[in-house]
């Protein structure tokens, strides 16, 4: 059975940090590039972060370039985001998937990150 787990969200002060990590179990993980997603309140679901099967190579959104870093460990079949320098508008629920343009790609359940003085 297929399972990407989130953690690591929470409520932050403006300026924070926060490490969110996406275990995964059940599939190869690492034939997949994986996302993290996030969707704030009344917004739609936005592409945050993406990174290549062997991490070789990354993307993000312009709102987070230079403050979050998106990274895995295929031995660990664990993804993460680092997210510095953290504002009020990135509060939303984080979102990992895995992406394969022929296999079937899978969701996590999501965690929420608030940032909030």
């Known amino acids: 059975q297929v399972h990407l787990v989130e953690s690591g969200g929470g409520l932050v002060q403006p300026g924070g940090s926060l490490r969110l990590s996406c275990a995964a179990s059940?599939?190869?993980?690492?034939?997949?590039?994986l996302r993290w997603y996030r969707q704030a309140p009344g917004k739609e679901r936005e592409l945050v972060a993406q990174?290549?099967?062997?991490?070789?190579?990354?993307n993000y959104a312009d709102s987070v370039k230079g403050r979050f870093t998106i990274s895995r460990d295929n031995a660990k079949a664990t993804l993460y985001l680092e997210m510095n320098s953290l504002k009020p508008e990135d509060t939303a629920v984080y979102y990992c998937?895995?992406?394969?343009?022929?296999?079937?790609?899978?969701w996590g359940l999501g965690t929420q990150v608030t940032v909030s003085s």
């Open positions: 990174i290549t099967q062997y991490g070789a190579d990354t």
């Open positions: 998937n895995a992406h394969n343009i022929i296999l079937p790609n899978y």
């Open positions: 059940g599939f190869t993980f690492s034939r997949y590039q």
